[in-house]
C-alpha cells in the first residue's frame, strides 16, 4: 500500500528558530500534497497545498511567510516553520495524493505519521 | 464539499459490533464518501470510501443510504485497537482534492 513518511516524529526547538519537517512518499509519485496542523483535542486544520513544482496555497489566515512549504519533487515536500514560538507548538501532519492510479479520482489520500512540535 | 454531521462520541463493548452514523444531506451526486479514522498521536489512516453501493474490505463495512443523505460506518467486531476517533467527509472529485474534517466521533471500546 502507500506509504508517507514524517521526519521528525518529535522536535523540540528553541524561541525564534525555525524548524523543517519533511514529508515523503515512499512508493508512489504524489503530484499533491497537504499541510495539516492540529492542536490538542481539536481536529486537523487544512494550512496548505502543494504542487509539485508550483507554490503552494495557502489556507486563509496562514502566514505563507511563516510556514515555508517546498514541493520539488514528486516524493518529497517539506514545512519550514521560521522563527518558532510557542503558539506555533502543535501536531503538523501531512498527507499525499498518488497522482500516477486510479485511487487520485475517488480522492483517497494518504497520511504520513505526524511531527510534533514543541517550541520552548 | 458537503458539511457532514457526525455524533461527538460513541462507546462499544469489545468484540461486539459498532455503526457509526453519518449525516450529509447536502452531497451532491457526485460526491464520494470517505471515512478515515485517526489514532491517538498518529496521522489519520484511511479507512473506506464509497458513492452510491455499500462497500466492505477488510477493515469495515460502509453502508449508504438509497438517498445518499447518510451513511453507517460499519466495525464488524470493535477491538481495543479500533478505539479512535472516526471522520466521515465528502470529496467532490474535482479540483483541488481537499478533504475537511470535522469534529469526527470518538469510539471507545470498551473492554
Known amino acids: 500500500g502507500a506509504v508517507v513518511s514524517q521526519h521528525p516524529s518529535w522536535v523540540i526547538c528553541k524561541s525564534g528558530t525555525s524548524v523543517k519537517i519533511e514529508c515523503r512518499s515512499l512508493d508512489f509519485q504524489a503530484t499533491t500534497m497537504f499541510w495539516y496542523r492540529q492542536f490538542p483535542k481539536q481536529s486537523l486544520m487544512l494550512m496548505a497545498t502543494?504542487?509539485?513544482?508550483?507554490?503552494?496555497?495557502?489556507e486563509q489566515g496562514v502566514e505563507k511567510d511563516k510556514f515555508l512549504i517546498n514541493h520539488a519533487s514528486l516524493t518529497l515536500s517539506t514545512l519550514t516553520v521560521t522563527s518558532a514560538h510557542p503558539e506555533d507548538s502543535s501536531f503538523y501532519i501531512c498527507?499525499?495524493?498518488?497522482?500516477?492510479?486510479?485511487?487520485?479520482?475517488?480522492?483517497?489520500?494518504?497520511f504520513g505519521e505526524g511531527s510534533r512540535l514543541t517550541v520552548l | 464539499d458537503a458539511k457532514t454531521t457526525q455524533p461527538n462520541s460513541m462507546e462499544s463493548n469489545e468484540e461486539e459490533p459498532v455503526h457509526l452514523p453519518c449525516n450529509h444531506s447536502t452531497i451532491s451526486g457526485t460526491d464520494y464518501i470517505h471515512w478515515y479514522r485517526q489514532l491517538p498521536s498518529q496521522g489519520p489512516e484511511y479507512v473506506i470510501h464509497?458513492?452510491?453501493s455499500n462497500v466492505n474490505n477488510r477493515m469495515a463495512s460502509l453502508a449508504i443510504a438509497e438517498d445518499r443523505k447518510s451513511s453507517t460506518l460499519i466495525l464488524h467486531r470493535a477491538t481495543l485497537r479500533d478505539a479512535a476517533v472516526y471522520y466521515c467527509m465528502s470529496y467532490s472529485g474535482a479540483g483541488s482534492y481537499q478533504l475537511t474534517f470535522g469534529k469526527g466521533t470518538k469510539l471507545s471500546v470498551i473492554p
Open positions: 464509497g458513492l452510491t
Open positions: 498527507s499525499a495524493r498518488d497522482g500516477t492510479s486510479g485511487r487520485s479520482y475517488t480522492g483517497e489520500l494518504f
Open positions: 502543494s504542487n509539485e513544482g508550483s507554490k503552494a496555497t495557502y
